[in-house]
Nanobody, 124 residues
Framework: QVRLAESGGDSVQAGGSLRLSCTVV????????MGWFRQTPGKAREGVAS???????SYAPSVKGRFIISKDDAENTLSLQMNDVKPEDSAMYYC??????????????????WGQGTQVTVSS
């Protein structure tokens, strides 16, 4: 079974940077689409960024220009570099993946496999 584990969440001041990482275990070719979504209590999951099997990336308008998604297929890892963070970026962040060829920033909340999440808190 595919398992994902996020790390790197922390408390940071607005304007700072943070790098989230995700390790995928037992992948077996299930990573046609990989991405990040976030969720705050009482709100729906929000897609943040995605990267497909060809390396094509997609970002939510709210993070475009500030966040960078990347992956290392050899290491089975996914990363999210968060720059110029804002208080509204505070949330639990989850990485997700499955073998769907449809991949855009809005897809990660609906992907089959996702981890336990890592908390990001941005103070003003």
């Amino acid at each position: 079974q595919v398992r994902l584990a996020e790390s790197g969440g922390d408390s940071v001041q607005a304007g700072g940077s943070l790098r989230l990482s995700c390790t995928v275990v037992n992948n077996a070719g299930n990573s046609a689409c990989m991405g990040w979504f976030r969720q705050t209590p009482g709100k729906a999951r929000e897609g943040v960024a995605s990267i497909d099997m060809f390396g094509t990336t997609s970002y939510a308008p709210s993070v475009k220009g500030r966040f960078i998604i990347s992956k290392d297929d050899a290491e089975n890892t996914l990363s999210l570099q968060m720059n110029d963070v804002k208080p509204e970026d505070s949330a639990m962040y989850y990485c997700a993946t499955d073998q769907t060829p449809l991949c855009s920033y809005s897809r990660p909340p609906y992907l089959t496999y996702w981890g336990q999440g890592t908390q990001v808190t941005v103070s003003s």
